[in-house]
């Protein structure tokens, strides 16, 4: 039967003798294996938004800045608009572009976790207009 009198006396013991011997043989050794290294969240596939047409004809752009949640499987869980752009259809289209993104979850332990992110989207016009555009003034 072991008593919390019994795990103390080879410690006390040890450290009378450290001076005689290595004084790395009184140290405690490890129950189990060293917990492992956490690891980064990493992207793998990206793509960005499709710029919705009408607006670049119009010469629209802005920046919508998104909070995913990415969760342990590497897909977006969860987002949502943080701060909006000057358009809601530009908003849309950074929240659908998100779903397709794929990372590789961080980890604790060896064990894969959720993680928050911040994703600034910046959709700039396109400095000359698309010839597509044309087209769409005549429906217009």
């Not at 010469?59 to 701060?83: C, E, F, P, Q, Y």
Request: charge should be positive.
């Amino acid at each position: 039967m072991t008593t919390p009198g019994m795990i103390l006396r080879p410690i006390a013991t040890c450290l009378a003798v450290a001076s005689l011997a290595s004084a790395s043989a009184c140290t405690p050794q490890a129950t189990g294996p060293a917990p492992l290294a956490p690891t980064p969240l990493t992207a793998l596939r990206t793509p960005p938004p499709a710029y919705p047409e009408a607006l670049a004809c119009d010469g629209i752009g802005g920046k919508v800045v998104l909070m995913l949640t990415i969760g342990t499987n590497g897909r977006v869980k969860a987002s949502r608009v943080h701060r909006a752009s000057p358009s809601p259809v530009l908003d849309a289209a950074a929240q659908a572009a998100v779903k397709q993104w794929e990372f590789r979850a961080p980890t604790r332990n060896g064990q894969p976790v959720e993680t928050p992110l911040e994703v600034p989207m910046t959709f700039n016009a396109p400095v000359e207009r698309p010839q597509r555009c044309f087209v769409l003034d005549e429906q217009r």
